[in-house]
């Protein structure tokens, strides 16, 4: 039991950071909260950037660190982008993660290799850097693995999830962001028995390989500790699957049904509840409080609840809020019985009409605001609770410079840090100060 609880400590142990880092998508803890103190709580209309720099394609949020910026992209130099979800688009380029000075948006570094996409809405890589002590891992769309130095990017080890495993990229491309806990750096691959595979985190060494399914799906896993025993969730076309870190043995198995493989959304835990969110099927979870075991406290019914596709829900102690793929509004949900207790459009596709609205929701945790960064491009700080989304300030950032759906789209998962928001579109990443 002593060595579960220590490994339970090890994902926040094994992300060294300051204070204002955001080492890997949605922060440091991986909980979509920003735990920085100094920031406003008031925007200006003239908000203007601190810096922007030109790069790529990419659907990849940024990870900030120490002073420098990773940012994924894709440098297209072939290839026609439909953006057909049903179809998949040939490209030629390369995958690039490059590392900017954090202070004025210059590249210290570059890391790139040569990647033909085979994909629908082939716009670049999904997954946002994980960073870990001196290292750095990406996972680029198509499967390839690859762990760099911090300091100058100098491949440390590479995989191939084609060649290792012979697993095919999902047609929308590999969208797990790595998980770093303890020695080991855990990813969803695909295969037989390896839609989990853990690393070892320094050689590449494989050390596990866990689950079958007919395609690995696109949920980034989870580090949980409850009743004093470490799971990492993982959510799979086929169901939602705690594993046992140490050795990927399967500890409980919930069976779950999302529509066209779309487990996107990670699995939220509060207390002994985790809420399970795709296209199609939305559920309660209960977790055992004396053995590692979990049964379903409620299934959604139509209208009920939120089905929750491109961002990841926010589950806060008193309301459950997440941006609903059929309606594209963002939804506050019951804990108790998933009853939708209000409806807004106005963060996420605002006058727009359209399916998959998507607004990504980070918690300011001194202030207990919110802050979304709508599909748009816009900055938002709100007010959430049951009763109602409250608008406080808006502000634009970005212009969208993707499509989806016959509407402009920007998709990617921005960065809290150093008293600033880094955000990223197709052409450019911007830092917008959000001091006091």
Not at 146 to 163: I, P, R, S, T, Y
Not at 268 to 274: D, E, F, H, L, P
Not at 291 to 312: G, L
Not at 363 to 376: D, I, M, R, V
Request: hydrophobic share 40%; glycine share 10%; charged share 20%.
């Amino acid at each position: 039991m002593r060595a579960r609880v220590l490994f339970g400590l090890s994902l926040f142990l094994a992300v060294p950071c300051f204070a204002d880092d955001w080492p890997q998508w949605r922060g440091p803890q991986r909980d979509g909260v920003w735990r920085e103190a100094g920031v406003t709580t008031q925007l200006a209309d003239d908000l203007a950037p601190t810096w922007k720099t030109a790069i790529g394609l990419g659907y990849a949020g940024p990870a900030v660190v120490g002073g420098r910026v990773l940012v994924f992209d894709y440098e297209k130099t072939s290839g026609e982008i439909t953006n057909n979800p049903g179809g998949k688009d040939k490209l030629e380029g390369k995958e690039r993660l490059l590392c900017l000075d954090a202070a004025s948006g210059r590249e210290v570094w570059k890391h790139e290799y040569d990647c033909p996409y085979e994909l629908s809405y082939p716009s670049g890589p999904r997954c946002t850097p994980t960073v870990d002590g001196e290292h750095v891992y990406t996972l680029g769309a198509m499967g390839d693995l690859h762990c760099v130095k911090l300091a100058d990017g100098e491949v440390v080890w590479q995989k191939n999830f084609k060649e290792a495993f012979g697993a095919e990229a999902p047609v929308w491309g590999h969208s797990a962001h790595p998980l770093v806990v303890g020695d080991l750096v855990i990813c969803l691959v695909g295969g037989e028995g390896s839609i989990v595979v853990a690393f070892n985190k320094e050689t590449g060494e494989e050390a596990w390989r866990a689950l079958s399914a007919y395609e690995p799906g696109y949920c980034p896993p989870s580090l949980v500790n409850h009743a004093g025993t470490d799971m990492v969730i993982i959510f799979h076309p086929k169901g939602v699957s705690a594993l046992d870190p140490l050795d990927g043995k399967e500890l409980w198995n919930v069976p779950m049904n999302p529509q066209y493989g779309m487990s996107i959304a990670a699995p939220q835990v509060q207390g002994s509840s985790i809420f399970v969110s795709c296209y199609g099927d939305s559920a309660m979870l209960n977790l055992n409080r004396d053995q590692p075991a979990a049964d379903i406290a409620w299934r959604s019914k139509p209208k009920e609840s939120v089905y929750c596709s491109n961002s990841t829900p926010f589950f806060a102690a008193d309301a459950i809020y997440g941006c609903d793929i059929e309606s594209s509004t963002l939804v506050a949900v019951n804990p108790a019985d998933g009853q939708r207790l209000w409806e807004s459009n106005k963060p996420t596709i605002g006058d727009a009409r359209g399916r998959h609205g998507t607004a990504f929701i980070v918690q300011h945790e001194p202030t207990g605001k919110y802050w979304l960064f709508s599909e748009n491009g816009d900055l938002v700080l709100a007010d959430l609770s049951p009763q109602e989304y409250k608008e406080l300030d808006r502000v634009h950032v970005l212009d969208p410079t993707s499509d989806a759906f016959g509407r402009p789209v920007v998709w990617s998962h921005p960065a809290f840090a150093e008293q600033s928001v880094f955000a990223r579109n197709d052409k450019e990443i911007v830092r917008v100060s959000l001091a006091e």
